[in-house]
């Protein structure tokens, strides 16, 4: 079992920037791939990024290339996820998910352990 946890979220102005962290706990010693997700209000989840274990990969949704970048410290078991150049359609709440493996995944159902989310509130 792992244990996710978000933080990092709060209001922002379109423009600004935010670092949200996922810190991990539990069965931390495994292999995972590290993703975070967004979730707006009466819509799907989606893929926002993902890290690999040893973070030589990373993948982006193409709406945050440019904008956003995953890291990760193992030492810390915590990923982050640095977003710049906000907009409004940011808006959501962000959740760190776990993959146990190497391989990438953008898939909700691909991911076995989730954090409860942080809140982004961009202000137009």
């Known amino acids: 079992q792992v244990q996710l946890v978000e933080s990092g979220g709060g209001l922002v102005q379109a423009g600004g920037s935010l670092r949200l962290s996922c810190a991990a706990s539990g069965r931390t010693s495994d292999t995972y791939v590290m993703g975070w997700f967004h979730q707006a209000p009466g819509k799907e989840r989606e893929f926002v990024a993902a890290?690999?274990?040893?973070?030589?990969?990373?993948r982006y949704a193409d709406s945050m290339k440019g904008r956003f970048t995953i890291s990760r410290d193992n030492a810390k078991n915590t990923v982050y996820l640095q977003m710049s150049s906000l907009k409004h359609e940011d808006t959501a709440v962000y959740l760190c998910?776990?993959?146990?493996?190497?391989?990438?995944?953008?898939?909700?159902?691909?991911?076995?352990?989730w954090g409860q989310g942080t809140q982004v509130t961009v202000s137009s």
């Open positions: 890290i690999t274990w040893g973070a030589i990969g990373t």
């Open positions: 998910a776990a993959r146990l493996g190497l391989a990438f995944a953008t898939d909700t159902h691909q991911y076995t352990y």
